[in-house]
């Protein structure tokens, strides 16, 4: 089983700020089988990011995603109130299709 | 408007046996695969199996041991969750979701108590 961890487990940034969240997994995923999810309390996961660089349909672009083979990054690049949620990362390149341990995000 | 509904909560005790549906509505229902997705309190997210609804073909999760079973019934664009040999592990809500180049729709989850 791919094992991703995530870092940092938590994240405190002012608003405006540019938020740097990583996905590091245990054998390479390849090029792009890495999605990014947002999840609220009480909340079903949302998509912001498929295939590694992809935005999913209606997420703003100050949302983006890089990386290849065993490290990944989602970016924030402002940091808003609404973006106070926990992120996690998914493996989708070898059954079971695992998630990492998440990042919370928190507002100063 | 496209959506996954799922049914209402369920306490169980261990041992016991439980069915969850997952209805789709808005869009084609044979046209994707479907998720479950498990998420226990306070932990991340858990992958349990799929089902390609156009053909019944389906992937599970080795950690659940051969206790699990996901089916469909096209006509009703319904997918089921039967997990079977109830412990309080399996407590968590589980989550389906449609998937186009990873789960790009979820439904609102179901809750699943495992209590004696």
New interface residues.
Partial sequence: EIVLTQSPGTLSLSPGERATLSCRASQSVGKNYI?W?QQKPGQ????LI??AS?R??GIPDRFSGSGSGTDFTLTIARLEPEDVAVY?C?Q?IT????????TRVEIK | QEQLMQSGAEVKKPGASVRLSCTISGFSFTSYPL?WMRQAPGQ????VGLIVPANGET?Y???LQGRATITRDTPATTAFLELRGLTSEDTAIY?C?RWF?????????TPVIVSS
């Avoid at chain 2, 991340?44 to 992958?47: A, K, L, M, N, T």
Wanted: proline fraction near 12%.
């Fill in positions: 999605a999810y079903a996961p949302r998509l498929h295939t992809s999913a349909t996690y998914q989708f059954p079971p299709y695992s998630f990492g341990g998440g | 998720h991340r997210p858990e992958w992937g999760s080795r950690s989550f979701a180049g990873a789960a790009d729709l979820w439904g609102p989850g």
